[in-house]
């Protein structure tokens, strides 16, 4: 089975702290992915990545950043935390291009951020 | 542009009732349609997803969703609800560029009573 582990499930931090969010996946995919999920708006794509130290903008890459070293290993950077933050971060995983499994998007279990 | 719309944020059903929750897309190209399921406290899992071929596709726990072009439509069912489907359910779209550009609905938490 595919295994997306995220570091911290739930984390506190506050205003203007530097947060980092880690994510492994263990299957050797070459995209990964970082959403943000709040309620009633659904997952919205913070960052993606489709290879090693390639990443692409998302919907709402404001105050994030990302950093992926290693294929396997996806990091989210909130360079100085603030309360509009405070959400649910999923990080995930799939393989490149078109086909049957193509287009499976596996994630992590989410790891709650709150900002104070 | 994909855009996804989740008719209902919240739906409640009887243990035993037929489990009805509806999707529309827009794409612009073939889609890819899928629905996820999340579980309190843990990430999404895919629950069926349709890309090419039978429009009623079959997935797990005794789900199905039926893709249904002329009515931009993959509405996701299951004939008698448990107690163990409550949950938060995705349905999403894809272009079929590897996930990049998919596309997820708001979502609908459905209620199972007793």
């Known amino acids: 089975d595919v295994k997306v582990t995220q570091s911290s499930r739930y984390l506190v931090k506050r205003t203007g702290e530097k947060v980092f969010l880690e994510c492994v996946q263990d299957m050797d995919h070459e995209n990964m992915f970082w959403y943000r999920q709040d309620p009633g708006l659904g997952l919205r794509l913070i960052y993606f990545s489709y290879d090693v130290k390639m990443k692409e903008k998302g919907d709402i890459p404001e105050g994030y950043s990302v950093s992926r070293e290693k294929k396997e290993r996806f990091s989210l950077i909130l360079e100085s935390a603030s309360t509009n933050q405070t959400s649910m971060y999923l990080c995930?995983?799939?393989?490149?291009?078109?086909?049957?499994?193509?287009?499976?998007?596996?994630f992590g279990e989410g790891s709650w951020l709150t900002v104070v | 542009a994909q855009s996804v719309t989740q008719l209902g944020s919240h739906v409640s059903v009887s243990e035993g009732a037929l489990v009805l929750l509806r999707c529309n897309y827009s794409?612009?190209?073939?889609?890819?349609l899928f629905w996820y399921v999340q579980y309190p406290n843990q990430g999404l899992q895919l629950l069926l997803k349709?890309?090419?071929?039978?429009?009623l596709v079959k997935g797990i726990n005794g789900f199905e969703a039926e893709f249904k072009k002329s009515e931009t439509s993959f509405h996701l069912t299951k004939p008698s609800a448990h107690m163990s489907d409550a949950a938060e359910y995705f349905c999403a779209v894809s272009d079929g560029t590897g996930g990049f550009k998919t596309i997820f609905g708001a979502g609908t938490r459905l209620f199972v009573k007793a």
């Open positions: 349709y890309t090419t071929g039978a429009t």
């Open positions: 794409s612009s190209v073939p889609p890819y």
């Open positions: 995930a995983s799939s393989i490149r291009g078109q086909g049957v499994s193509g287009n499976t998007i596996y």
